[in-house]
């Protein structure tokens, strides 16, 4: 079993900046997918920025220019920088990690954009 944990979130501004965390309890290099989506109330879950096993990069198209998802290996950490927010960022966080063919979610983290 691989755990996955999601932090960082919490209440900012529109236009301010946060930083979100996905801890796994395995090696980065174990993982062959990264992503993160989120959720909405109301909404169904989207995919906002993925970590692909080629190293690539992938960036759904309302965050473009906005978001990145930096990595620090020694950690097993990668993060969701996120700046420029506005209230339709508002929603739960989630990270997704898969190792080997299995795929594991973390509990999701709610980030709220409101003034």
């Given at each position: 079993?691989?755990?996955?944990?999601?932090s960082?979130?919490?209440?900012?501004?529109?236009?301010?900046?946060?930083?979100?965390?996905?801890?796994?309890?395995?090696?980065?290099?174990?993982?062959?997918?990264?992503?993160?989506?989120?959720?909405?109330?109301?909404?169904?879950?989207?995919?906002?920025?993925?970590?692909?096993?080629s190293?690539?990069?992938?960036y759904?198209?309302?965050?473009?220019?906005?978001?990145?998802?930096?990595?620090?290996?020694?950690?097993?950490?990668?993060?969701?920088?996120?700046?420029?927010?506005?209230?339709?960022?508002?929603?739960?966080?989630?990270?997704?990690?898969?190792?080997?063919?299995?795929?594991?979610?973390?509990?999701?983290?709610?980030?709220?954009?409101?003034?």
């Amino acid at each position: 079993q691989v755990e996955v944990v999601e932090s960082g979130g919490g209440l900012v501004q529109p236009g301010g900046s946060l930083r979100l965390s996905c801890t796994t309890s395995v090696s980065i290099s174990a993982i062959n997918y990264m992503g993160w989506y989120r959720q909405a109330p109301g909404k169904l879950r989207e995919l906002v920025a993925a970590f692909l096993s080629s190293g690539r990069t992938n960036y759904g198209d309302s965050v473009k220019d906005r978001f990145t998802i930096p990595r620090d290996n020694a950690k097993n950490t990668d993060y969701l920088e996120m700046n420029s927010l506005t209230p339709e960022d508002t929603a739960v966080y989630y990270c997704n990690v898969r190792v080997g063919q299995q795929y594991y979610w973390g509990q999701g983290t709610q980030v709220t954009v409101s003034s």
